[in-house]
């Protein structure tokens, strides 16, 4: 019996400058999107991704679309060889790539709302105000609860729930810096700061969400032809105005990642999860989250080969 597959698509973190190029080398298809990537944002996309610098693809509103164009890129190989997914999820940024394979977005669409997230979501709060912190080896509604008792008027929340042992905070700096030295001493394994420009998925973002609104009224968006779980639900969406609606609220929202794999696996009966796109973040989390599923990375071209042996 075939695996019901699930392409799952990564976020702001998974970038590296050279990622794509070997696809864009290889396969007509990934060239052909680079191109349209590029002619879309009004500047060489390809030449970011593949020669840097590592300093300007850091910049978050460089970054966001980036990922999205190499994320698609394979998708695009993929399934101009027959590959295809029942179902599709992103984490954060990985959404908006969800939706352009799903054929919620098109592709020149979402590249322009990404490059304008990034620039909200940095525009948002002042560098140096905010932060965000990993928490390995304490339960998600521990950290939860220490959060909300560090924050002291302050905003100090989760912002992402990688995995059973890894949650992520986000918020103001001193309440983060306060939520670490309460996760060591009741016990985490690690909490460390994250090396990010800006508090996402916080009410520190509500900022960007406002400016974001009426530009993700503008865009067109489809129902997506297979369902699309998404972060701020972890749920599927099945029409337009629903995807368009969870992509506003995961702005300043937690991402929902551990519920949203388990999802699914229970609710779409998910056995496969294909990570498109560079890295392999998701994979990792997906073995953490769901161990009797099996999880492929495809950053590399040479991956495909796995594919077509399952």
Same mark, same amino acid.
């Given at each position: 019996?075939?695996?019901?597959?699930?392409?799952?698509?990564?976020?702001?973190?998974?970038?590296?400058?050279?990622?794509?190029?070997?696809?864009?080398?290889?396969?007509?298809?990934?060239?052909?999107?680079?191109?349209?990537?590029?002619?879309?944002?009004?500047?060489?996309?390809?030449?970011?991704?593949?020669?840097?610098?590592?300093?300007?693809?850091?910049?978050?509103?460089?970054?966001?679309?980036?990922?999205?164009?190499?994320?698609?890129?394979?998708?695009?190989?993929?399934?101009?060889?027959?590959?295809?997914?029942?179902?599709?999820?992103?984490?954060?940024?990985?959404?908006?790539?969800?939706?352009?394979?799903?054929?919620?977005?098109?592709?020149?669409?979402?590249?322009?709302?990404?490059?304008?997230?990034?620039?909200?979501?940095?525009?948002?709060?002042? *560098?140096?105000? /905010?932060?965000?912190?990993?928490?390995? !080896? &304490?339960?998600?509604?521990? %950290?939860? @609860?220490?959060? #909300?008792? +560090?924050?002291?008027?302050?905003?100090?929340?989760?912002?992402?729930?990688?995995?059973?042992?890894?949650?992520?905070?986000?918020?103001?700096?001193?309440?983060?810096?306060?939520?670490?030295?309460?996760?060591?001493?009741?016990?985490?394994?690690r909490a460390l700061p994250l090396p990010v420009s800006?508090?996402?998925?916080?009410?520190?973002?509500?900022?960007?969400?406002?400016?974001?609104?009426?530009?993700?009224?503008?865009?067109?968006?489809?129902?997506?032809?297979?369902?699309?779980?998404?972060?701020?639900?972890?749920?599927?969406?099945r029409d337009g105005a629903a995807a368009r609606s969870?992509?506003?609220?995961?702005?300043?929202?937690?991402?929902?990642?551990?519920?949203?794999?388990?999802?699914?696996?229970?609710?779409?009966?998910?056995?496969?999860? *294909?990570?498109? /796109?560079?890295?392999?973040?998701?994979? !990792? &989390?997906?073995?953490?989250? %769901?161990? @009797?599923?099996? #999880?492929? +990375?495809?950053?590399?071209?040479?991956?495909?080969?796995?594919?077509?042996?399952?």
């Amino acid at each position: 019996m075939s695996p019901v597959t699930a392409y799952v698509f990564p976020g702001q973190g998974s970038q590296k400058v050279g990622m794509g190029r070997a696809w864009a080398e290889a396969f007509p298809e990934a060239r052909a999107t680079f191109a349209e990537a590029s002619a879309a944002l009004g500047f060489d996309l390809a030449r970011l991704c593949w020669e840097g610098p590592e300093e300007e693809l850091q910049l978050t509103a460089n970054t966001q679309p980036a990922i999205l164009a190499v994320s698609v890129a394979i998708h695009r190989v993929l399934a101009a060889r027959g590959f295809a997914a029942q179902a599709m999820a992103g984490h954060s940024l990985g959404e908006y790539s969800a939706h352009v394979a799903a054929g919620t977005l098109d592709l020149g669409d979402a590249l322009r709302l990404v490059r304008r997230r990034g620039q909200l979501m940095q525009e948002a709060v002042p *560098v140096g105000e /905010g932060a965000m912190a990993a928490v390995l !080896g &304490l339960e998600a509604e521990s %950290v939860a @609860a220490l959060a #909300a008792e +560090a924050a002291g008027g302050q905003i100090c929340a989760v912002a992402n729930y990688n995995s059973p042992e890894q949650t992520v905070i986000a918020g103001h700096r001193a309440a983060v810096e306060r939520a670490m030295a309460l996760a060591r001493e009741r016990g985490a394994r690690r909490a460390l700061p994250l090396p990010v420009s800006a508090p996402f998925h916080c009410e520190l973002m509500a900022p960007a969400r406002a400016g974001l609104a009426p530009e993700l009224a503008a865009a067109r968006f489809r129902a997506p032809a297979v369902p699309v779980v998404v972060n701020i639900d972890a749920a599927a969406v099945r029409d337009g105005a629903a995807a368009r609606s969870a992509l506003e609220r995961q702005i300043d929202g937690p991402v929902r990642w551990v519920e949203s794999v388990r999802h699914l696996a229970s609710a779409l009966a998910v056995t496969r999860f *294909v990570e498109v /796109g560079p890295g392999s973040v998701l994979t !990792g &989390l997906v073995r953490r989250i %769901v161990p @009797a599923a099996e #999880a492929i +990375a495809l950053a590399e071209p040479e991956a495909m080969a796995r594919l077509e042996t399952t």
